[in-house]
């Protein structure tokens, strides 16, 4: 019997790392891309042939001709935001209704889920997470406490089971009470449903399975990151779903001996969007000229990034709980310009130094830091590693040595083409 592969590619760093650009650059090698959790509040930006795309809910596969698609159980869908998303890919000629497999158990957002999610966040105060306000969190809720709606119950008296979850939101809305008015939203978002029935609703769990007895491989692309995990990340500040590679397997229903490589995306830098903390965060000019550079705002949200320098003690954690064996680093070419750049080796915690990852980074975390020379050289032309200068090859060794991983892919720019893969 032929064995197929599967390949897991992930953030490790609070999201942001660029994704979406990677998963297109590795498609070619793939017969099927499959997105394992998280919703539309992650924007994945891909820009080739002069376009600009941004992906909420798709996979990133979908601009490789012929590839196979599917949303995993793992994921919560908007159906309304969905319906925009594929309407604008088909409009700038992207085949999407045989290619793009939906899974029966990926759980439905309402427009409740919304208003509920906007109805935590003003309870909490000054506490706020700070959420997309895209109803994550009460759709995985709802999915925990067994509340949920599933893609598969568009197919059978869905009336009646969105009418319960719906009154169900509403009781509970009713007791924070917090006003509301859903009416043109629901409108839109029902008309979303009638566009979901249009595309394979499948049992994807079956079909990733068939896909690998028959030999043939699969690229699980990840959203947001791993210092965002339920888990493992910087809790609260989190989002609402596993991140990590173990997310692969049950968001999609693949056994953990089915993985081979996983890749995980790092940036040559580090950013954050939202409350939470973040040791290495520059509020200085250098942080200015980061975000500026990196054009460091939400593809989502359109919220300025938080930025700050490369943090290893992080990194090392991240490749650790996904049991990384290839690093990619995008959006080198930021940091082209600068004299000298910062990482972050170790903490300072109650005047002892650490270099592993604590239980809260929250209190009284002091980056402690390695600085190295700048390259001072533009590399966004650039198409083979030969070309790099010899201060950025060290700091690639330096960042090898720290993290005891290759980094096999370098991206020196937005572009498709602005990639070097190493030899």
Known sequence: MNKGKVDVLLGLQWGDEGKGKVVDVLTPNYDVIARFQGGPNAGHTLEFEGQKYVLRSIPSGIFQGGKVNIIGNGVVLAPDLFMDEAKALEAS??????????????????????????????????????????????TYTDKVSRNGLRV????????????????RHEAILQSLGYEYDITEVEKKWLEGIDYLRQFPIVDSEHEVNNVLRSGKSILCEGAQGTMLDVDFGSYPFVTSS???????????????????????IMKAYCTRVGAGPFPTELFDETGKTIRDLGHEYGAVTGRERRCGWIDLVALKYAIMVNGVTKLIMMKSDVLDGFESIKACVAYKQNGMQIDSFPYDIAQGIEPVYKELPGWK?????FTSEDQFPQAFKDYIAFLEAEL?????????????AQTIVRK
């Open 93 to 138: 000629g992207h085949e999407l209704k045989t290619r793009l497999h939906i899974s029966k158990k990926a759980h439905l957002i309402m427009p409740t889920h919304r208003v509920l999610d906007a109805a935590y966040e003003a309870q909490k105060g000054k506490d706020k997470v700070g959420t997309t306000g895209k109803g994550i969190g009460p």
């Open 404 to 416: 005891e991983t290759p980094i096999c892919i370098i991206s020196i720019g937005p572009d498709r």
């Open 242 to 264: 596993n991140t990590i590679c173990a997310g692969a397997c049950t968001g999609l229903g693949i056994g953990p001996n089915k993985i081979g490589d996983v890749y995980g």
């Open 377 to 381: 050289t533009d590399m966004t032309n």
């Open 152 to 167: 598969g119950d568009i197919l059978d008296n869905f009336d009646d089971k969105y009418a319960a979850a719906k009154a």
